[in-house]
């Protein structure tokens, strides 16, 4: 939506001037092109400015509905210059009568952003690497999207994270996703090992797990340098009810789900020796 107002925008400047001036067609286009990229540069300082009036160092424990509609509306348009194709399917499995925690495979940097896009109103809250909070934007950002950062290294603060999560979720505060791999798939697509421990957020929180899967983000910006259109692919291959996952191991979960995505996404998508 917010693409199609800036094409809008810019063709209406370009018509304007069509009429309006002696320029003809070239003064046309470049009214159409520095439209576009004036818009694109407004949009990007509004960004800009939302980040700068967060304090990095906050805790946050409140979702903020404003960087929610910036990411709903922004997310969709980044994606379609980029020239990324999202289908989903599935989404109608998705839980509507409680909280859930969703899970992915993990391709690429921008994988949050598909499920930001696919899912826009379901307030979804990732669990990312700490090095996040590193990078400008986002991490002023996610943390008002009360996204958690889990240090992998740690133990201890690992499970300080996972506390965190199941307080969200039984606070009601936002739904939580993670990529139980822990790290992006180092050879573009193979499912690697879960970590067990996250699924402890749904068991304590006794919550649903919605497992998905995902398939082409790997290949977007390898298709952008020549300039293809990537598909990509999300399914919402089914729910785990919260009453199924009592009383078991979380490796005993986690081998399920793993075998899920596995069933889903294809037998090549199984490392030849276990990634342990």
């Known amino acids: 939506m917010l693409l199609n107002l800036i094409y809008l925008l810019s063709a209406l400047v370009a018509v304007g001037l069509l009429l309006l001036t002696e320029g003809g067609i070239g003064l046309a286009l470049a009214g159409f092109v520095g439209c576009f990229l004036l818009s694109l540069l407004v ?3 509004i960004i800009w400015v939302a980040a700068k009036r ?41 839980p509507r009568d409680s909280r859930f925690l969703l899970v992915s495979n993990h391709l690429a940097d921008l994988d949050p952003g598909i499920f930001f896009t ?27 999207l009360l996204c958690q950062f889990v240090n992998r290294e740690n133990d201890r603060e690992a499970l300080k994270t996972i506390l965190k999560c199941i307080s969200i979720l039984k606070e009601d505060l936002s739904n939580i996703a993670v990529f139980p791999e822990g790290r992006k798939s180092t050879d573009r697509y ?9 699924f402890k957020i749904a068991q304590k ?24 259109k990537t598909p990509v692919r999300l399914h919402l291959v089914d729910v785990i009810p919260a009453e199924d996952l009592k009383g078991r191991t979380t490796v005993d979960i986690a081998d399920q789900v793993y075998e899920m995505m596995i069933a889903d996404l294809g037998e090549e998508f199984r490392p030849v020796q276990a990634d342990i």
């Open 118 to 144: 696919a899912f826009p109103d379901d307030q979804l809250s990732f669990i990312a690497k700490k090095e996040v909070l590193q990078m400008p934007i986002l991490n002023r950002l996610m943390p008002r």
């Open 190 to 198: 193979l499912l690697h090992h879960f970590r067990p421990g996250v």
């Open 54 to 94: 967060s304090d990095p160092d906050k805790e946050h424990t409140q979702d903020d509905p404003f960087i929610r509609a910036i990411i709903k509306y922004y997310a969709p348009a980044v994606f379609r210059l980029l020239g990324c194709k999202i289908e989903v399917t599935g989404a109608e499995k998705l």
């Open 205 to 228: 929180a006794n919550v649903p797990i919605v497992v998905c899967t995902l398939k082409g983000t790997s290949d977007l910006f390898h298709n952008m340098k020549r300039l293809k």
């Open 43 to 45: 949009c990007f300082l």
